[in-house]
């Protein structure tokens, strides 16, 4: 049986704007065809995760029904007007055991043959923990295992994002736009499938496929530079070169996902702002890969930082932010995987953004004193960008491959 | 003092600033709100004004500027 990976190749577009023509002629005319919609669904799903992938496919099943189980039990328990703080956490540690397992596997020896992961798992679970956590505060009071399965398995932004939101992606689901407003998506559908290629394959394509290769071959062989510390020239044009690829690669991805969403009248939110123009590092996440920034903003730090408040285990509001920023950016960094690099990585972020925060803090105590003109401000996105460009080094795993 | 008044008070205490006559500023654009003051504002308006917004409620375009806080809340009640 045939596999396709999503938007990896010219066919894979041909076939997903084929099967989609029925359902934007049926939005064109103002009605969703559910059934088609479902229908053509599944049938991207099998594409993605059966044939060689058959594995794949099983767990992702397995997956689904466990969570469709635990959100629909605590949805019905939570309609009897009950609400226990330890039936939520037991709840949420469920939740997101599969993710913890899949991630904690690679680190035993004899893991071979046990794999309960699949492609996007880390990004389903953004969604299941979301939905589990609106449950507790009320925001969502009715959920059907239908209306829950199709935000799950939304099949455009199931394997990468960006990661939406539950009540968001209803109210476009259920309400098709007008059309006006449908033929105002599908001229941003086409904007963005056309970008994306733009990013992905000719500009992503350049770094990462001709570029990366001969940086990473002449930063390896300067790896006794600098007192055995391999820092060269080359190690600083693997960083930019890495770095641009990175943001090409996954902006040109999150594209092609925002606009298959938007051909089918679902505006699925946006995952990059010209995140190299950030003038420092709280307004670069508020740039780069925002709806993962803004789910950990909005369900780790938010709450956090609430619950510390309501509870006034800390008093002074600078520490608790601080606090803050550093389990939301572990959090973060464990999510991508657990090693040594990824970990680093939130370390870093954490304390940068807790400098930004002194400094920003500072510079209102001091407004009269401080210079702004249009030299700070270049200043700033200088400094800003180079320092996001070494975060990413460390998140390469080039520096493992160099000092390891 | 009225709702309007305690809220205009609570975002005084929380930037330095008032807005009782700039009632459409946006204030996460301008920075004048983080993450952090807004976990405060929330919890101010629970001790204030007894009204619950829990954490989902929280959507920054709904609440992007005074009149709108002001607006949400009166709807919350």
Redesign the interface.
């Known amino acids: 049986m045939i596999n396709l990976q999503p938007y990896n190749n010219p066919t894979y577009f041909a076939i997903i704007l084929t099967g989609l023509l029925p359902v934007m002629i049926g939005l064109y005319y103002g009605k969703r065809l559910r059934i088609y919609e479902s229908l053509i669904s599944i049938v991207f799903l099998v594409l993605t995760f059966g044939g060689d992938h058959w594995q794949q496919g099983m767990a992702l099943i397995g997956y689904t029904i466990f969570q469709v189980i635990l959100t629909m039990s605590y949805a019905h328990y939570r309609h009897q007007k009950k609400n226990q703080t330890n039936v939520f956490i037991a709840l949420i540690i469920l939740s997101i055991l599969p993710l913890v397992i899949v991630k904690l596997t690679p680190l035993f020896p004899n893991h071979h043959g046990f794999n309960l992961g699949f492609l996007g798992i880390s990004y389903l679970t953004f969604k299941t923990v979301q939905v589990l956590?609106?449950l507790r505060?009320?925001?969502?009071k009715e959920i059907s295992a239908s209306q829950y399965l199709h935000f799950l398995l939304f099949f455009p932004t199931i394997s990468s994002g960006p990661i939406d939101r539950y009540r968001r992606f209803l109210r476009d689901y259920e309400n098709p736009p007008a059309r006006k407003d449908y033929l105002q998506s599908i001229n941003k559908a086409v904007f963005y499938l056309f970008q994306g290629f733009l990013y992905k394959y000719i500009l992503g394509y350049y770094f990462g496929t001709r570029l990366l290769p001969v940086v990473t071959h002449l930063a390896l062989g300067q790896r006794l530079a600098f007192g055995g510390t391999g820092i060269s020239w080359y190690l600083l044009a693997y960083m930019y070169v890495y770095s641009l690829y990175l943001f090409f690669d996954f902006a040109g991805y999150s594209l092609f996902a925002i606009s298959i969403s938007y051909f089918m009248g679902i505006q699925t939110p946006p995952n990059f702002n010209k995140p190299f123009i950030a003038h420092n590092i709280?307004d670069f996440w508020n740039r780069w890969h925002m709806t993962l920034s803004f789910w950990f903003?909005?369900f780790i730090?938010?709450?956090f930082?609430?619950w510390i408040?309501?509870h006034r285990w800390l008093k002074n509001?600078v520490r608790?932010?601080q606090l803050?920023y550093l389990v939301n950016f572990l959090i973060m960094g464990f999510w991508h995987g657990v090693t040594w690099y990824y970990i680093v990585y939130g370390l870093f972020h954490a304390t940068a953004i807790i400098i930004n925060d002194y400094w920003l803090r500072f510079k209102k105590q001091h407004q009269d004193k401080i210079p702004h003109n249009r030299f700070t401000e270049y200043l700033a996105i200088f400094l800003t960008f180079n320092i996001v460009c070494f975060s990413f080094l460390i998140f390469s795993g080039f520096l493992d491959k160099l000092w390891f | 003092m009225t709702d309007t008044e305690k809220i205009y008070q609570i975002l005084k205490d929380l930037t330095d600033e008032d807005f009782s006559d700039k009632g459409d500023t946006n204030l996460f654009e301008t920075g004048l709100l983080d993450s952090m003051a807004t976990v405060q504002l929330l919890l101010e308006i629970q001790t204030e004004l007894n009204v619950d917004v829990p954490v989902s409620e929280f959507e920054r375009s709904e609440w992007a500027t005074p009149n709108k806080i002001i607006a949400k809340v009166q709807t919350l009640k």
Not at chain 1, 137 to 140: A, P
């Open positions: 956590m609106e505060d009320g925001t969502i709280k903003r909005d730090f938010m709450r930082t609430f408040m309501k509001h608790i932010s803050a």
